[in-house]
């Protein structure tokens, strides 16, 4: 298995590119199921969950084609299989999503309950409360959903109980094709939603108020095949821009939309970080001055994102005084603490709250996560401790950051991967 080796201390220097980004690639990819006519998508990361999705579209009949400059074409002419077996589901937790546009074109599916990082209980009674709403018939049984809808499936006006980026995407990716109008309330606003919004519209659908709380899709009958690019990479954005804050330098990230970071940069800046925007790009700059203690807690967009949690809390475990860190959206996402304390930090986790009393310095040493942005924390930490860190079960890392030793390594840090 791969292992990430750093050998830290040294100040990041140079630029990074930003890759599209994976939580909206993944959804967009499940899109090709509710047309017969293929569907482009560039600016596509390369990724292990984009990986999972595309074998799981194969095996449901979609023609997936990988190209070689961040493209993929998918074509799902017809559906052959209307069954997504726990074998391809449990690798990635989004792949449930599938379970909404089989439904709404074949009125049929059969699909396991999901895996996915281990990070609290993550149901899906959101996703299946809100496919019923949409007059599906749903039975559990054997770990498998199966689900029905005769005559197909019925707009309706659903309000979530609390907020879900998954159930708000699979009930979009259900009711494009249901029959007359659906209304969302209480739905999700983070930019993915926007962004599979702007690609179901671009292709035919029917939906207005993406990115508020109360959504509308009135339900076609037919999409076409269309050409969209993904939206670049918000969390890929902030976890470097965090990595940057944590050990010094600068960095300029390319391809980015600061705008959709507007929780962090206030956050970052209070840190004793430099952040200079301009229309595409962020520079990132912290030479030699302390890391002040700042307060966070994670929300629902446009709130401070829990996928970048574990990143800021590797950041201010150095600085210069006290930080509180509330992590509200899951019960259970403190699991890097007690790797980031096996380098020197030194933090108290109580229920949701954890306490980071800042140290003057990590030192390096063998890690290992249990959550994909956990492990980018600790590869963050590993850059500005002293010695050296190897981040073990890289495979969480190859599932959401395309290519990050090497885009880490040409800023000057001394980070490789090396197979055991
Ligand atoms: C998505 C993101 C993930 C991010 C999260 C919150 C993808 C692939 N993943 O995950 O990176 O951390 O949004 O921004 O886009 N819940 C229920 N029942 C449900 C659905 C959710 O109880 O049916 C709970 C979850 O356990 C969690 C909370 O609702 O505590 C929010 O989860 P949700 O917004 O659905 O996250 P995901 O879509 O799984």
Redesign the pocket.
């Known amino acids: 298995m791969d292992k990430i080796v750093i050998e830290g201390g040294v100040p990041l220097s140079g630029e990074i590119t930003i890759s599209g980004a994976?939580?909206s690639a993944?959804?967009l990819m499940a899109v090709c199921l509710l047309t017969d006519e293929p569907l482009e998508l560039t600016n596509m990361p390369k990724l292990r969950d984009t990986r999972s999705m595309g074998e799981l579209l194969a095996e449901l009949g979609v023609a997936v084609d990988v190209g070689q400059d961040s493209t993929m074409q998918l074509h799902a002419r017809t559906i052959a299989s209307t069954t997504a077996p726990y074998d391809l589901v449990r690798k990635m937790?989004?792949s449930f999503n599938v379970l909404g546009p089989l439904l709404a074109r074949c009125h049929q599916a059969k699909v396991s309950l999901p895996g996915g990082c281990a990070i609290?209980?993550?149901?899906?009674?959101?996703?299946?409360d809100a496919l019923k709403a949409l007059g599906a018939e749903i039975e559990l049984s054997e770990g498998y959903v199966l689900a029905k809808a005769k005559g197909g499936l019925k707009g309706a006006d659903i309000t979530f109980p609390?907020?879900?980026?998954?159930?708000t995407?699979h009930t979009m990716l259900a009711a494009v094709l249901a029959k007359g109008e659906t209304v969302l309330n209480n739905a999700?606003r983070?930019p993915?939603i926007i962004d599979l919004a702007d690609c179901l519209n671009a292709m035919g659908a029917k939906i207005t108020g993406a990115g508020r709380s109360e959504m509308r899709i009135v339900g076609v009958s037919k999409l076409n095949g269309i050409s969209y690019a993904v939206v670049p990479d918000r969390?890929e954005a902030g976890t470097y821009a965090l990595a940057a804050a944590t050990v010094g330098g600068s960095v300029r990230l390319k391809n980015v939309r600061s705008e959709h970071l507007g929780a962090l940069w206030p956050l970052i800046a209070k840190a004793g970080t430099k952040v200079t925007m301009d229309e595409n790009s962020v520079l990132v700059e912290r030479f030699g001055t302390p890391i002040l203690p700042v307060d966070m807690e994670t929300q629902?967009?446009p709130g401070f994102?829990?996928?970048l949690q574990a990143q800021f809390m590797a950041m201010v475990s150095l600085a210069d005084g006290v930080s509180i860190i509330r992590e509200n959206?899951?019960?259970n996402r403190f699991m890097h603490c007690p790797e980031l304390v096996r380098m020197g930090a030194n933090i108290t986790v109580t229920g949701r709250e954890a306490i980071v009393r800042g140290v003057k310095g990590l030192k390096g040493a063998q890690v290992m996560a249990t959550d994909l942005r956990a492990s980018a924390s600790l590869v963050a930490a590993g850059l500005a401790a002293v010695g050296t860190t190897e981040v073990l079960r890289v495979y969480h890392l190859d599932r959401g950051f395309e290519k990050i030793d090497e885009k880490l390594g040409n800023c000057g840090a001394r980070i490789k991967r090396v197979s055991e």
Do not use: C, Q
């Not at 609290?120 to 299946?128: C, E, I, K, S």
């Not at 609390?162 to 159930?167: C, E, K, M, Q, R």
């Open positions: 994976k939580n993944i959804k937790r989004a609290g209980a993550r149901p899906v009674d959101l996703h299946l609390f907020i879900s980026v998954g159930a995407e999700a983070e993915e969390i629902a967009y994102p829990t996928d959206i899951f019960e």
